[in-house]
């Protein structure tokens, strides 16, 4: 199945949207990896016409710790 993610070849993805949206994420993290704790994205619909976040969870880092 993943391979099916990253290559598109089941249902035509936008594999540049795809990138994209994963580069989108890392560039976050890297930016503020002082502060967040985890990120999660479920589900991320990929589809010929881009890529699409439907739900996403940043928990931020106890500033106590």
């Known amino acids: 199945l ?5 290559t ?4 035509g993805v936008d594999r ?3 990138r ?3 580069l989108a994420v890392q560039s976050l993290l890297t ?5 967040i704790e985890e ?3 479920n589900p991320l619909i990929c589809t ?4 699409y976040a439907a739900d996403a969870l940043i928990r931020l880092r ?3 710790m």
Request: charged residues 25%; glycine residues 6%.
């Open 2 to 6: 993943a391979n099916f993610i990253v």
């Open 31 to 35: 930016a503020h990896a002082d502060v």
């Open 39 to 41: 990120v999660e994205i």
């Open 8 to 11: 598109g070849e089941e249902q």
């Open 48 to 51: 010929p016409k881009g890529a």
């Open 20 to 22: 994209q949206a994963v």
């Open 16 to 18: 540049a949207a795809l």
């Open 62 to 64: 106890d500033k106590n």
